[in-house]
């Protein structure tokens, strides 16, 4: 991610960010995690995903919304928004 670095992505659990079914996913990086709410589209001719999500940072209560497209190598390039808060860009490699 842009804005924080891989020992902070680490903090708690390997930080990931998964798709699961047609409509579901989650995100965990730091101390954070949140459930996603997916759609899947197009974003400037590409396929995309673009979700919401929900859960707690720190034991907080967190929510915000962000997308994906796939970039070159089979990588996932986005951005992540943290309600009133931070957000970043990021690339993701599958694991």
């Known amino acids: 991610m842009d804005v924080w670095d891989n ?4 903090l708690v ?4 960010l ?3 079914g047609s409509a579901e996913g989650e995100i965990a990086f ?3 995690k949140g459930f996603l709410d997916v759609r899947y ?9 673009e979700f919401s999500w ?3 940072d720190e034991n907080d209560p967190a929510c ?3 997308w994906v497209v796939f970039g070159t190598a089979g990588r996932l390039v986005g951005h992540f ?3 009133n808060a931070d957000d970043s860009g990021f690339v993701c490699e599958r694991a």
Do not use: N, P, V
């Open 41 to 49: 589209g197009t974003r400037d001719g590409s396929a995309c995903a």
């Open 30 to 32: 730091g101390a954070l």
């Open 64 to 66: 915000g919304r962000g």
């Open 7 to 10: 020992d902070f992505l680490d």
């Open 18 to 20: 998964t798709f699961k």
């Open 81 to 83: 928004y943290i309600h």
């Open 13 to 16: 659990e390997e930080a990931h």
């Open 54 to 56: 929900e859960g707690h």
